[in-house]
């Protein structure tokens, strides 16, 4: 299973970006996704997660009522939607495949990961 990241880029405080995370060639509807996050000096951070048929989610708390996380199976698609941006925010975010689909916000959880896309916030 190979994940790939789009969306990132460089946006003003305050401002919006919509990350996608798909699989060409494979099926995303038999795994939990989350999304995570790595400042330069920073240890590797869980933001959100989603069950594999999207009922459940899971926030961080840095994140909550800013990020919105959805999925798509028919479009094999997962989504994170990120309003008022921070500075903090600024960070390589991955997003990671659980085939036991239980939406722990922790990296050792997921077995499959993409190669991340950069998001930066400054003005």
């Known amino acids: 299973l190979q994940l790939v990241e789009s969306g990132g880029g460089l946006v003003q405080p305050g401002g919006s970006l919509r990350l996608s995370c798909a699989a060409p060639?494979?099926?995303?509807?038999?795994?939990?996704i989350g999304w995570f996050r790595q400042a330069p000096g920073k240890e590797r951070e869980g933001v959100t997660s989603i069950s594999s048929i999207g009922t459940t989610t899971r926030y961080a708390d840095s994140v909550k009522g800013r990020f919105t996380i959805s999925r798509d199976n028919v479009k094999n698609t997962v989504y994170l939607q990120m309003n008022s941006l921070k500075p903090e925010d600024t960070a390589v975010y991955y997003c990671a495949a659980d085939s036991h689909d239980q939406l722990f916000l922790v990296g050792l959880a997921y077995q499959y990961w993409g190669q991340g896309t950069q998001v930066t916030v400054s003005s």
């Open positions: 060639g494979f099926t995303l509807d038999d795994y939990a």
